[in-house]
């Protein structure tokens, strides 16, 4: 039998990394030697005093639920390391009404758009932007307006340009800062001009901060929390997984508005069953270590970005180096944006980015991601993630830098 599936299933845009790993089998077969900077999945592990309160609190006898569902026997400590952190970090005070555990954000992201959003609905997610806004938005049968991130505007959303049908209809808006994939981050006022427009015309302000801990050079990343009276119109997430190497953990949380706190709260409870204990003891132990955990972590990918840049820079590229996120975005060469162009427009596999993603893999084995996989404001740009280990970072941008433009 060939099961029939689901119209949504249809609606998905192919997802990106899966072409990304076919072309790279591909070129693997044709004998090509890949070195790829294209997934941003830490390669560096888990810092150990995290492994070792999960193996603690794992096999702690005298917890007698250590091995039951997560969400029927909640661990306390992690939504108040939450409540402590935002506290220490920010400065903000969050009931415990405002702090929904989950197992990560992607899935988080997902079942927030199932608790708000109905059929036919409306939801504003930037593009280039991390694709799981718009498929949280095709699941639940609603629609997505797109805004541009563009370089002109530091990659951060133009309010003023959102059309005023879009406003009156929209009912959640994501922004995402550190931004993947632009790398660009965004001041305290952005935050607030966000928080303005949510309340204005009644739209939640979702904030993915799943890079918020990923910063340089002493930048601190600010929380849309931070602004006075946020937590009427906005929700921001955390996640575990790119601040502490914890991907496959699946640790994170949603806090601010009550109500969006509550409907994911609700979708949870009916569809999943809530993060291992050890793994709720582990999360709360890295947030209260947070500030000794961190620096380690960030030292790495800070050597890794200017190893990145410097190399690129001196063989012609101008990048500047970002401030935070995992992640370096170029700009195409402009050879390629001129092939592409002449070749007949913006559509991959003839984009810019899918041309020079194509060419530099054909010719130097390297894989990164083409921007235009981002959607089309991410055309023109390529990103290059830091996740590797420093040798392999090292051999892909010498090769990169020994491309003839
Ligand atoms: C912007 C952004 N948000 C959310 C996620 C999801 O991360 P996780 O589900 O591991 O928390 C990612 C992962 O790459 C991301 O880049």
Redesign the pocket.
Known sequence: MEVQVAERLKKLPPYLFADLRRKIAAARQRGVQVVTLGI??PDLPTPDPIIDELCRTVRDQADPNRHRYGCDQPVEQFPQAVRNYYKRRYGVTLSAEQVVT????????YELAMGIMNPGDMAIAPVP??P?YNIGHVFAGAVTFQVPLLASNNFLVDFDAIPHEVCRQAKVLWI?YP???TTAVAPLEFFQRAVDFGRKHNILIAH?A??SENTFDGYRSPSILQVPGADEVAVE?F????AFNM?GW?A?FMAGNASAVKALHLVKDNTDNGTLRAIQFAGAYALDHAESLLPPINAVYQRRRDLVVSALNAAGWQLEKPKATIYVWAPVPARYVELAARAGGSSDPLSASGLFCAELLEKTGVVVTPGGGYGQWGEGYIRLSLTYPDNVIREAVGRIAGLKL
Do not use: C, M, V
């Not at 996640?239 to 790119?242: D, L, N, R, V």
């Open positions: 941003g999945d989950t197992s990560g954000s992607k899935d988080a992201i932007g991390y799981t995402n931004n993947n994939p993915d799943a890079y997430f996640s575990h997984s790119k991907t699946r994170g």
